[in-house]
């Protein structure tokens, strides 16, 4: 198995007709040198005795950073954070071409490869008309590709309870168990309010159930408005946080 920059090197020395411009991956190169760097002999005894189990847990706080730049439209942190991002996902494929698991061009390939697949109306001949229509050829192609490949809904679990109970709920609509209805949304949700406030609240078992299930009508509810739960709590919690802040004048 070729390594990345073994790679690089023979696509600059090979003439092609491509239109990629190969300096623009001059900053990617530069940082799996660093990784070599780091891995290597004599270099960084905590970079060296990473795994990929170890790192996956900074990987997720990267994520989390740098979409928190983004939410903040902090453009110069955002550059930082995906930076940061960016690093450890080439940590990640380093760890694993050293076993001989994959490469980076493997993971390059098989990106490139799924985003033309799931495109059939800009690489091939589907005609849309509309975002929707975008979507659900999105979700018909990927149900094909992981037929048989998966267990359940495919929807990791490990996924904030906001984002992973909006992608239940989206699957339950593609596949028509559920309507989108905001008026049904509304009601649905209403029930659940009323359900809370006559249940046993002293039962835990009972309370917990009893919430989530109004959480997850919440989250309904979301969908029908055409909104994203995590992204509408966000926005009410860095109010709220605003709003409880001490004033610096009165520091």
Not at 79 to 102: I, N, Q, S, T
Request: charged letters at 35%; hydrophobic letters at 40%.
């Amino acid at each position: 198995m070729k390594g990345w920059l073994e790679i690089m090197e023979e696509a600059r020395t090979t003439e092609s007709d491509t239109t990629l411009d190969l300096g623009r991956w001059d900053g990617v190169r530069r940082i799996w040198e660093i990784i070599d760097r780091l891995r290597g002999e004599g270099g960084c005894p905590w970079d060296r005795k990473q795994t990929p189990h170890s790192v996956q847990t900074y990987l997720v706080e990267e994520a989390h950073e740098a979409a928190a730049a983004i939410r903040a439209d902090r453009k110069e942190e955002a550059a930082e954070e995906l930076g940061d991002l960016l690093f450890m996902v080439l940590f990640l494929v380093h760890l694993y071409e050293e076993k001989r698991a994959f490469s980076l061009e493997d993971v390059c390939r098989a990106i490139c490869e799924k985003m033309i697949r799931r495109h059939p109306h800009v690489f091939g001949d589907v005609q849309v008309h509309s975002a929707k229509d975008v979507r659900s050829n999105w979700e018909k192609i990927k149900e094909a590709e992981k037929r048989g490949k998966r267990r359940g809904l495919g929807i990791p679990k490990t996924l904030p309870a906001l984002v992973r109970a909006y992608r239940i709920r989206a699957r339950q609509e593609d596949a028509g168990a559920a309507s989108s209805s905001l008026k049904e949304a509304v009601e649905m949700f209403q029930a659940s309010v009323r359900d809370l406030d006559s249940g046993d609240l002293s039962d835990p078992v009972q309370a917990q159930k009893r919430l989530g299930h109004l959480l997850y009508r919440a989250v309904c509810l979301a969908r029908a408005l055409g909104r994203r739960p995590e992204d509408s709590l966000h926005g009410y919690l860095d109010a709220l946080e605003s709003s409880v802040a001490p004033n610096d004048d009165q520091a």
